[in-house]
């Protein structure tokens, strides 16, 4: 079944999820979910669209997660689908353009794991370690028992210096602002917190990935027609 194909109706979706249709009408309005519409102006939804609001009620209900922190988590997960897609159309054009030659290539069918195939590279500016905690919590306005929480929740993780000291980078530090702004603003909880935080840190690892391994392939293409250019070079001058 084609998962993005609309065929519920909003009662029916709602007894899939097991909330009121009044409530699907508020996550439209709040444009967590974009119902398709029929000839006559039926709101129809699709398997995906189910998928989206079982996940919408996981937040809300199981981790107490506002509608604002929804809206940030669904549109980060929106982001990676996108991301996605768009690696796995850059690999099927390259595979195209290439040809035959590019069947001796292993290509992976979709983005791995962050943990997966990530390229060495230096450590950027803005991942030095360079701020102790005293100086950290001063550049985001916070309490340094507040950065401690916040570490062993995991939201983020400073490195240590030789004496074990606790130093943070630029990028910790931007980190604990968007922290702020999640909680202090919009009132999201810090399981919220965790799960935008995870999907941020997701998100910018298969970009890295992303561009690592499309790098990798359009290499393999120069590789394979310039070896092509040579073998008809020769075929000419026998």
């Not at 519409?37 to 107490?64: A, P």
């Not at 290509?107 to 060495?120: H, I, M, N, Q, T």
């Not at 950027?124 to 507040?146: G, N």
């Not at 690592?212 to 008809?232: H, M, P, Q």
């Amino acid at each position: 079944m084609d998962k993005d194909r609309p065929v519920y109706i909003i009662s029916v979706a709602a007894e899939l999820v097991d909330m009121h249709p009044q409530t699907l009408r508020l996550y439209e309005r709040k444009g967590l979910i974009e119902p398709k519409r029929s000839g006559g102006k039926t709101r129809l939804y699709s398997e995906r669209d189910v998928e989206k609001l079982r996940e919408i009620r996981r937040l809300t209900q199981e981790l107490g997660v506002n509608l604002a922190g929804v809206e940030e988590i669904m549109r980060l997960r929106d982001e990676l689908w996108a991301l996605e897609q768009r690696f796995r159309t850059e690999v099927e054009r390259l595979q195209k353009e290439l040809g035959e030659k590019l069947q001796t290539l292993r290509l992976p069918p979709a983005l791995p794991a962050p943990s997966e195939g990530k390229p060495k590279r230096q450590v950027p500016d803005k991942e030095r370690p360079v701020y102790v905690i005293s100086v950290a919590a001063e550049l985001v306005d916070m309490h340094p028992q507040t950065l401690r929480l916040y570490e062993r929740k995991g939201l983020v993780k400073p490195k240590r210096s030789g004496g074990k000291t606790r130093l943070y980078s630029e990028r910790d530090v931007e980190k604990l602002r968007e922290i702020r702004r999640l909680t202090q603003e919009l009132g999201v909880n810090l399981a919220g917190v965790e799960e935008i935080i995870r999907l941020r840190d997701e998100l910018d690892s298969q970009q890295v990935h992303l561009e690592s391994e499309i790098a990798r392939l359009r290499l393999a293409l120069l590789r394979e027609l310039g070896s092509g250019e040579s073998e008809v070079k020769k075929s000419s001058a026998g």
